[in-house]
């Protein structure tokens, strides 16, 4: 009892310590909601249950209630800040040229905006609390450009001495995995592995039932998935080609605060490898994993009443059918109130301006490896 009252008392001194201070702007990426698988394979059970949320890779209804659940949850949160009404001012959407991110973008801001009464435009009562707001391209994270300099560094880390050693010690397992599976790609490719740990938690997410042999071995499968995962985010440079313009973006929004921008909101649609790129090249303090559907980072812009800014920043990673919790990270060693300079400072040499140039394959004439 003695302990907690410290505790409690220790708390709430260090909150006192912390300046009091308002929120200025807020700004959410988070990857897609959950979707349909993204390929199948030779014994896939539900190769043709897809077709009916348009096939692969597809955000369907639980994924799209996730991200509005999401909305109603950050609406409420900041409900003291943000308008109660959308304005092309104050609110800004962006989301990579995928149908997954653009509808997740679309779910979420349908919770967070309804139309006032001047805004109110279908009398049909089914419609009359959306109101259509635009998602604009986001032009710099665009994976559908392949980044070169990142597939270089990716295979420079899949044939390192540790990582084969790995897959030498779970050959006899993916030797299971291909029978079971049929997935022949798996054979010395053990972050193929993805393929089987993607399916189960997407049949998990629509109540299909996992696949007899998945069962039998999910915590080694996933497993496996989360390891292979992090490899592909080893170095600082390998998240700052995946985030880098990402954070720029946000860095952006923040200075033109400074000159006038009446922004309130940036929403920002992206994917696993953008948020776990973000999570590396920010350094912050939780658990690098394979990011959750719909997880993310929300950046908040605060100030105290003495006129010095603050970053604050969260990080969202619960499952679909999870409670929605933003927990907050340091950056980098900074405080969790990180002085606005500081942040600055700290992101500096994270931010890529130019994705084409970054994206140059530097080992010339190792490009087909
Ligand atoms: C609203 O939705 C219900 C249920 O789908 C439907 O029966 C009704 O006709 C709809 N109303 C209008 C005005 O379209
Ligand atoms: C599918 O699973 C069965 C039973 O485990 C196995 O015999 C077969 O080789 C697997 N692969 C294909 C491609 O059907
Ligand atoms: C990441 O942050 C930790 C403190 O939280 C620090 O010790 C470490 O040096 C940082 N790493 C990099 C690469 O900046
Ligand atoms: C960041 O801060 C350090 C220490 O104050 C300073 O040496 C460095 O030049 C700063 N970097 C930038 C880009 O402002």
Same mark, same amino acid.
């Given at each position: 009892?003695?302990?907690?009252?410290?505790?409690?008392?220790?708390?709430?001194?260090?909150?006192?310590?912390?300046?009091?201070?308002?929120?200025?702007?807020?700004?959410?990426?988070?990857?897609?909601?959950?979707?349909?698988?993204?390929?199948?394979?030779?014994?896939?059970?539900?190769?043709?249950?897809?077709?009916?949320?348009?096939?692969?890779?597809?955000?369907?209804?639980? !994924?799209?209630?996730?991200?509005?659940?999401?909305?109603?949850?950050?609406?409420?949160?900041?409900?003291?800040?943000?308008?109660?009404?959308?304005?092309?001012?104050?609110?800004?959407?962006?989301?990579?040229?995928? *149908?997954?991110?653009?509808?997740?973008?679309?779910?979420?801001?349908?919770?967070?905006?309804?139309?006032?009464? *001047?805004?109110?435009?279908?009398?049909?009562?089914?419609?009359?609390?959306?109101?259509?707001?635009?998602?604009?391209?986001?032009?710099?994270?665009? *994976?559908?450009?392949?980044?070169?300099?990142?597939?270089?560094?990716?295979?420079?880390?899949?044939?390192?001495?540790?990582?084969?050693?790995?897959?030498?010690?779970?050959?006899?397992?993916?030797?299971?995995?291909?029978?079971?599976?049929?997935?022949?790609?798996?054979?010395?490719?053990?972050?193929?592995?993805?393929?089987?740990?993607?399916?189960?938690?997407?049949?998990?997410?629509?109540?299909?039932?996992?696949?007899?042999?998945?069962?039998?071995?999910?915590?080694?499968?996933?497993?496996?998935?989360?390891?292979?995962?992090?490899? %592909?985010?080893?170095? %600082?440079?390998?998240?700052?080609?995946?985030? !880098?313009?990402?954070?720029?973006?946000?860095?952006?929004?923040?200075?033109?605060?400074?000159?006038?921008?009446?922004?309130?909101?940036?929403?920002?649609?992206?994917?696993?490898?953008?948020?776990?790129?973000?999570?590396?090249?920010?350094?912050?303090?939780?658990?690098?994993?394979?990011?959750?559907?719909?997880?993310?980072?929300?950046?908040?812009?605060?100030?105290?009443?003495?006129?010095?800014?603050?970053?604050?920043?969260?990080?969202?990673?619960?499952?679909?059918?999870?409670?929605?919790?933003?927990?907050?990270?340091?950056?980098?060693?900074?405080?969790?109130?990180?002085?606005?300079?500081?942040?600055?400072?700290?992101?500096?040499?994270?931010?890529?301006?130019?994705?084409?140039?970054?994206?140059?394959?530097?080992?010339?004439?190792?490009?087909?490896?």
């Amino acid at each position: 009892m003695l302990k907690i009252t410290l505790i409690f008392y220790l708390v709430n001194f260090l909150n006192c310590e912390e300046p009091k201070t308002d929120i200025v702007l807020v700004q959410a990426i988070f990857r897609h909601g959950v979707r349909s698988i993204l390929i199948d394979y030779p014994n896939d059970t539900f190769r043709t249950y897809w077709d009916k949320y348009g096939g692969y890779g597809q955000l369907t209804p639980v !994924g799209m209630k996730q991200l509005y659940e999401y909305g109603i949850f950050f609406k409420n949160r900041y409900s003291n800040f943000l308008s109660p009404y959308y304005h092309n001012s104050k609110v800004f959407a962006k989301s990579t040229d995928y *149908d997954r991110t653009i509808q997740s973008v679309l779910s979420f801001l349908s919770a967070v905006y309804k139309p006032s009464k *001047d805004q109110e435009w279908n009398s049909n009562p089914n419609l009359s609390d959306y109101l259509p707001i635009p998602v604009r391209i986001l032009e710099l994270a665009s *994976d559908k450009t392949k980044c070169e300099r990142y597939e270089e560094l990716r295979n420079e880390m899949r044939s390192s001495h540790e990582y084969l050693a790995l897959q030498a010690q779970n050959q006899e397992f993916l030797n299971l995995m291909i029978e079971k599976s049929g997935l022949t790609n798996l054979k010395n490719n053990q972050y193929m592995i993805w393929q089987i740990a993607d399916k189960a938690m997407v049949e998990e997410a629509h109540n299909l039932p996992v696949d007899k042999y998945i069962q039998d071995n999910y915590n080694k499968i996933m497993e496996m998935n989360d390891h292979t995962f992090q490899i %592909d985010f080893v170095t %600082d440079e390998m998240g700052k080609l995946n985030s !880098g313009g990402l954070l720029n973006e946000i860095v952006n929004n923040i200075k033109k605060k400074f000159i006038g921008s009446k922004a309130e909101l940036f929403v920002y649609g992206v994917h696993d490898n953008n948020v776990a790129g973000m999570q590396k090249i920010l350094n912050t303090s939780n658990k690098f994993v394979q990011p959750e559907f719909a997880s993310g980072f929300v950046f908040e812009l605060r100030k105290d009443v003495e006129n010095n800014y603050y970053v604050q920043v969260f990080s969202k990673n619960n499952k679909f059918n999870e409670p929605n919790i933003l927990s907050l990270v340091k950056v980098n060693g900074c405080d969790e109130l990180c002085p606005l300079n500081k942040f600055l400072n700290l992101t500096s040499n994270k931010l890529v301006t130019n994705f084409k140039e970054i994206c140059q394959a530097k080992f010339t004439g190792q490009n087909e490896l």
